[in-house]
Nanobody
Framework: QVQLVESGGGLVQAGDSLSLSCAAS????????MGWFRQAPGKEREFVAA??????SSFDSVKGRFTISRDNAKNTLYLQMNSLKPEDTAVYYC?????????????????WGQGTQVTVSS
C-alpha cells in the first residue's frame, strides 16, 4: 500500500506561481498512474491533472497554466501552478491509481494524500 504526502501549499497572490510535491512511499510508485485533485470550500472534489507511468498527461480546465510531472527515481509527483487565480483556491490532493489508464474521477484512484492548502488572494 502506498502512502502519499503532499507539500508546497501556501498563500500567494493572483498571478503568482506555486509548486506542489507529493512524496510516495510503501509502494511501487513508478507503476501507478498519479493524479492531482482539488476541493474548494462547499464544492465537490474535482480533477486537476493526471500522469501515466510513461509521462502522458491529462488536464482539466487548468491546461496551459498547470504542469504535472513525476520523478520515478525520487518517488515524487509534482504540480507546477502558474498564473494562479483566486478560483484556484482549494485543498489539493495527490492520488495514486493502480491501473494502466489515466483516470479523471475520484473513484478511479486507490490511494490519497491528506491534502495541502493553496490560497490565492486577489
Amino acid at each position: 500500500q502506498v502512502q502519499l504526502v503532499e507539500s508546497g501549499g501556501g498563500l500567494v497572490q493572483a498571478g503568482d506561481s506555486l509548486s506542489l510535491s507529493c512524496a510516495a512511499s510503501g509502494g511501487a510508485f513508478s507503476t501507478y498512474v498519479m493524479g492531482w485533485f482539488r476541493q474548494a470550500p462547499g464544492k465537490e472534489r474535482e480533477f486537476v491533472a493526471a500522469i501515466s507511468r510513461s509521462g502522458t498527461s491529462s488536464f482539466d480546465s487548468v491546461k496551459g497554466r498547470f504542469t504535472i510531472s513525476r520523478d520515478n527515481a525520487k518517488n515524487t509527483l509534482y504540480l507546477q501552478m502558474n498564473s494562479l487565480k483566486p478560483e484556484d483556491t482549494a485543498v489539493y490532493y495527490c492520488a495514486a491509481r493502480n491501473d494502466l489508464l489515466l483516470g479523471r474521477r475520484s473513484r478511479d484512484y486507490d490511494y490519497w494524500g491528506q491534502g495541502t492548502q493553496v490560497t490565492v488572494s486577489s
